[in-house]
């Protein structure tokens, strides 16, 4: 039942593989945006095994499995009753929901069966992937079938079976033998942090990174290949449709296999060798069709070399035949390691691979449109197995290292020697970390943090500017032909600061997991991935506003960085100069938002990258045309990104002793203090960044006839050099007092921008409304530095108070430890909450343009929101009785 229930959803899921190209023909849409389309049900597929794994592992997999699909027929069947881009997309999000049964069916079946059996149980159930076919024979059947070729009735027969599949799965089940043993001993159900533990181990990401590629690859290629075979060879979509079979069906079907071999000779090694078998199949599936000409002496000789149909489909078979095997390997590896927590690990992994199904159509078809060769698909696919290859070898031999060095360790213990003298410490790692010791930090620890601080500011200003590029972008798009309303417009530039803030969240406790230097070359690297994206999307006229949004979505990356950015440094100083610290590394970060302001229109109106760059657009305003190049705005990060990436990972280092779990730091979500300073923060850095992202926008709308707009990054570069300011002087006198006054001060500056907006009296004056922003930013550009030192100072005090022995050194560098660690995480959540600044701003300026002509009321607002601001800083920090005096 638990296989059956699978297939049905895993045919749902991938159903747009065949209707989706009937949708692509209706709507015209281009290789981007078709796998746009083909992805989003995997995205949200993807995302919700994580969930579905946890809500497996507390309430059993029967009434999760069944209420799963009940949810999900309803948006299937009102998927036939769609007309627009939009609309397919909203609804393939959660039709993708049926993607996330694999967690839940993965716990499910395992808790069945001994260690002895589990590969073989779980391969069987992930032939459940079979489903793939189902929809590449029964869809093109259902239109055919249909009187007009329409493929609408296929959601509502897939919808109907999605019912009845779960009423079937009801009846025929039972509650799993370990669960139903656990409530009726009425045992505690586990916290979500103690369900969340396994993922601190490196070797689940390893997992679901070559699960990526055997699971996530095969997906993208399931939706891909009817594509694929119809445009390469010319198929008709029923053909295409039954050669693709012979890659899912038998794919499928042969995971059983795959798990019974892991049974016998080990999940590993079954793995490392269905890597090497894809790599030569998608290395020759890769080669081009290619025309070489020699010029030889009695004419030209001609020679094609090209992968024939029979061939390709040959390889396909032998491809899918490997992600089978693979697929059942890696979680029959998962249940050697986590065997009482399938369903969170199950569900982690599931999640990475699920992503590969929602990524790689996507980057299939930005690569199709960009290189112009279909195979193109295939070359990112080696890219992925070598990466995933490399890095098992590197983990595996890492783990051997440290097998041998605890041998070791136990060597030189029983010799009575200094082994810390004597062994050969790994690079990049500070085993002995001890800042507020003046000797030390005298020593050697002030030249190793200042280093640290070195490179992680240039990553941090990149990560800004990729962050707020689309302020400049978007006031672009109209004048090259892009046909977008101003409230669209404000949308694009806001959308980064709701995405933003989610990252921000999610990276606001990744530095002790992963370690600062590690998260830093990660974070800074993929920041390649919007930059490049926004450089050829805006090249293309037809690119739709769908894909522009997920684009600007995408930018939100950047602000995540700063989170982790942030909390990293504040773990190389001691509490005396982390305002400094943080300010330089903030202020100089902050920095690339008006670098981004300055620089990206040089780079579009000079032509910079000309050559990188592509060809030029016509820019047209009142009637004046001017060659310019948009997609520079995203071309000219790139070289600066690979550079910061490459000193990041050469010249920064990870703390040892910076270990917490996830419950440890989501702790700092009981403290009072978490939320009053994520409001005050809100209202310096939230400003900042909004301000930043919409104010282009709203001199530009308010101003036309001026070229104001051109000179909007001065007030984010002051807000970024005072910033540093502003923590020296939370340094020298305390933050509070300082703060309160930068709160007074935004309060007055948007009641006097009021004044000098365009009204019935006149046309404004655009000199002194950009003068009172000015002031603005430069308040809070001193605000953002001395609210971001009063928060590691607010969770070191509270910690150190609870010492009752001020005498005990070490129960009083214990509390200073845990102290620093919230204040971290504290500081990466306030931020986190604050960038949501920069969504809201840009919307609030967008919505009181559109409702009242003018954004007189978003900045009255404003101005209310910053004497709140002033309120909480006296009570709770400046007043002479106040809580924390900081």
């Known amino acids: 039942m638990n296989t059956l229930a699978f297939a049905v959803n895993f045919a749902v899921w991938v159903m747009f ?8 023909a209706e709507l015209n849409l281009n290789e981007t945006e078709f796998g746009l389309l083909v992805a989003t049900p995997i995205l949200t597929g993807s995302l919700i095994r994580l969930p579905l794994g946890l809500l497996t592992d507390r309430y059993g997999g029967r009434i999760i499995f069944m209420i799963q699909m009940v949810v999900v027929a309803i948006p299937t069947w009102l998927l036939s009753y769609a007309t627009e881009y939009w609309q397919y997309l909203v609804l393939g999000l959660f039709v993708g929901m049926a993607g996330g049964s694999f967690a839940v069916g993965i716990a499910y079946t395992s808790a069945w069966f001994s260690k002895e059996r589990q590969g073989t149980a779980m391969g069987i159930f992930g032939a459940g992937n ?5 929809t590449k024979f029964i869809a093109p059947m259902l239109i055919a079938a249909s009187a007009t070729g329409s493929w609408r009735n296929v959601p509502k027969v897939y919808s109907i079976a999605l019912l009845v599949m779960a009423v079937l799965f009801w009846f ?13 001993k009425d045992q505690r159900r586990p916290t979500l942090g103690e369900q969340l533990m396994p993922l601190l181990d490196l070797r689940v990401w390893r997992f679901g990174l070559a699960y990526y590629f055997v699971f996530g690859a095969f997906v ?25 079979i012979l890659f899912d069906l038998p794919s499928g079907a042969i995971r059983a296999l795959g798990g019974w071999a892991s049974d016998k000779v080990g999940g590993n090694q079954v793995t490392w060798w269905v890597l090497w078998i894809s790599l030569a199949s998608l290395v020759i599936l890769s080669y081009p069709p290619t025309t070489m000409v020699i010029h030889g002496i009695k004419g030209d000789v001609a020679f094609s070399i090209e992968v024939g149909v029979v061939l390709f489909t040959v390889l396909i078979f032998i491809l899918g035949l490997a992600q089978g095997f693979g697929k ?13 927590s399938m369903g969170v690990v199950g569900g982690i992994v599931g999640v990475i691979g699920g992503l590969g199904g929602f990524t790689l159509p996507i980057m299939f078809g930005v690569a199709a449109d960009v290189v112009g060769v279909r195979s193109s698909c295939f070359m990112l696919l080696v890219g992925v197995v070598v990466v995933t290859m490399v890095w098992i070898w590197r983990a595996e031999s890492s783990e051997r290292e440290e097998i041998l060095f605890r041998h070791a360790a136990a060597r030189a213990e029983l010799e009575n020697a200094e082994l810390l003298e004597h062994a050969r410490r790994r690079r990049h790692l500070l085993v002995d970390w001890r800042p507020d010791d003046e000797t030390f930090w005298a020593a050697s620890g002030r030249r190793i943090a200042n280093r640290n601080l070195l490179f992680s500011m240039p990553a941090l200003l990149l990560a800004f500017a990729v962050w707020v590029v689309w302020s ?13 309303s101003t409230n669209q417009l404000f949308w694009l530039a806001a959308l980064p600061g709701l995405s933003g803030a989610f990252f921000r969240v999610l990276y606001s406790f990744v530095v002790p997991i992963f370690g600062g230097r590690n998260w ?22 037809g690119t739709n506003y769908a894909v522009f949004a997920v684009i600007a979505l995408l930018c939100g990356l950047g602000a995540g960085n700063f989170s982790s950015s942030m909390a990293n440094i504040s773990f190389f100083y001691p509490k005396r100069l982390q305002g400094t610290a943080l300010g330089l590394n903030a202020g100089i970060g902050n920095l690339g938002v008006g670098l981004a302001q300055l620089i990206a229109p040089i780079a579009v109106y000079g032509g910079a990258l000309l050559i990188l760059g592509g060809n030029a657009q016509t820019h047209v305003d009142q009637g004046v045309t001017t060659p310019i190049w948009v997609q520079n705005a995203g071309f000219i990060w790139v070289p600066f990104i690979v550079l910061s990436t490459l000193a990041a990972w050469f010249g920064m280092d990870n703390i040892a002793s910076v270990r917490a779990g996830f419950a440890d730091q989501v702790a700092i979500f009981r403290h009072k203090h978490q939320w009053l300073m994520s409001w005050l923060y809100t209202g310096t850095f939230g400003s900042f960044i909004g301000l930043a992202a919409g104010f282009p926008m709203l001199v530009n709308t308010q101003f036309p ?37 930068c709160f007074v001060v935004m309060a007055m500056a948007p009641l006097a921008a009021v004044g000098f907006l365009p009204g019935a009296s006149g046309e404004g004056n655009v000199q002194g409304f950009v003068l009172m922003f000015l002031v603005l930013f430069v308040a809070a550009g001193i605000g953002n530095g001395t609210t971001i030192r009063m928060i590691p100072v607010i969770f070191r005090t509270l910690r150190e108070r609870k010492v009752i022995d001020r005498n005990n050194q070490a129960a009083l560098e214990q509390a200073q430890r845990e102290g620093s660690t919230e204040g971290a995480a504290a500081v990466g959540f306030s931020s986190a909450v604050a960038a949501f600044g920069g969504f809201f701003i840009p919307i609030a300026c967008g919505t009181s343009i559109k409702l009242m002509g003018g954004p007189q009321g978003a900045l009255i607002f404003f101005s209310l929101f910053y004497v709140s601001c002033v309120a909480l800083t006296w009570w709770w920090y400046a007043r002479q009785d106040a809580e924390v005096a900081c």
């Open 17 to 24: 593989s065949v209707i989706g190209i009937k949708i692509k």
């Open 130 to 134: 079979a489903g793939s076919s189902l």
């Open 172 to 184: 025929f089940t039972y509650e799993d033998p370990l669960h139903q043993k656990g409530v009726q």
């Open 220 to 244: 993208a290629l399931a939706l891909w290949l009817p594509k694929y075979y119809v445009g390469e060879y010319g198929l008709p979509l029923a053909t295409a449709a039954f050669l693709t």
């Open 328 to 340: 059942a390997s890696v979680y029959r590896s998962l249940a050697d390691h986590y065997p009482t």
């Open 472 to 484: 400049v972008i978007v006031v672009e798009l109209p004048h090259i032909g892009y046909q977008f």
């Open 520 to 541: 830093t070359v990660y974070s800074t690297a993929l920041l390649i991935l919007p930059t490049l994206w926004i450089g050829y999307a805006v090249q293309d006229p």
């Open 705 to 741: 006839a001026s070229d104001a707009f051109k000179l909007a990054f001065i007030g984010p570069v002051l807000a970024a050099l005072v910033r540093p300011i502003g923590g020296w002087l939370a340094d020298r006198i305390g933050g509070a007092w300082i703060t309160v006054w």
